[in-house]
């Protein structure tokens, strides 16, 4: 086969990096990929979501994995890691520079899924920017403020970016209904089960007591100023409580109990393992490469 040499272009470009790379001459014994495959990288590879995420973007229809970035376990292959069959012969490696270069270099549609710590969330969308690739952020305890500095960046640079505090469509899907009914109910309270004590309320409570905070209605205005522990944690100045029901072996839940003359209306969601946020995953995958600015919440795809 004749080799192929292109220039790289660089879409976008954002600081040195990106210039530096534009600059450059690939040359390749292999026919392009199809433009409609997109190119996938994951942050945080070796986390238990980040080999959940690996053996469903190597299943989705019109993806590849085309990077596997962590600490640990490099060298690696990133199929055998996460438990598949047959190797996918893709090494866990610690440059993301050397990967989005490659990506951009072979003029392909990619995207960054970023499942890492939120001091370095800010520099990772940055430098996926700079290669041309969209970026999708699943980083529970990420800071507004980290958010409102990418939002500000990735206008500037039309680059795309999904903010997610939540990948299930299961947990929106539940939290858009908790906003319809809160509209209807004066009594409120979010009931959430954990196997363990880790970061309690969980992100789900406190997004749903955001989401229906604000919108008019004060709930439990019989008990409001009780200070009493029994009566759960106050999220917000509308009454929303939260109670936190921690013990091993139960699985994840959180069930919205709201209540008016003579009903119960309760909204319940649970999750039995990190497999929930894998169709969430790939939509975002898909509807992300669109963009060229950030949004921030996987509910804006549905």
Known sequence: MVPLCHPVRVSRTWGKIARRNAAKVYCSMETPPSQSTIKVVIIGATKEIGRT?????????????????????????????SGMEEPLELPVLNDLTMVLGSIAQSRATGVVVDFSEPSTVYDNVKQAAAFGLSSIVYVPKIELETVTELSAFCEKASMG??????????????????????????????????????????????????????????????????????????LGDDGVRVHSMVLPGLVSSTSINFSGPGEIYTLRHDVTNVQCLMPGLIL?????????????GLEKFL
């Open 53 to 81: 995420a690996i053996v469903a973007v190597s299943k989705a229809r019109g993806m590849e994995l085309a990077g596997a970035i962590d600490s640990q376990h490099i060298g690696e292959d990133a199929g055998q890691i």
């Open 161 to 234: 970016c999904l903010v997610a505090p939540t990948l299930s469509i299961g947990s929106v899907l539940l939290q858009q209904a908790a906003i319809q009914a809160s509209f209807h109910y004066s009594n409120v309270e979010i009931v959430e089960s954990r196997p363990n004590p880790l970061d309690l309320p969980s992100q789900d409570a406190i997004q749903i007591a955001n989401n229906i905070s604000d919108l008019g209605q004060i709930y439990n205005r019989e008990d409001m100023d009780t200070g009493s522990p029994a009566r759960g944690q106050v």
């Open 284 to 296: 975002a995958i898909r509807k992300v490469v669109r963009l060229k600015n950030l949004i921030y």
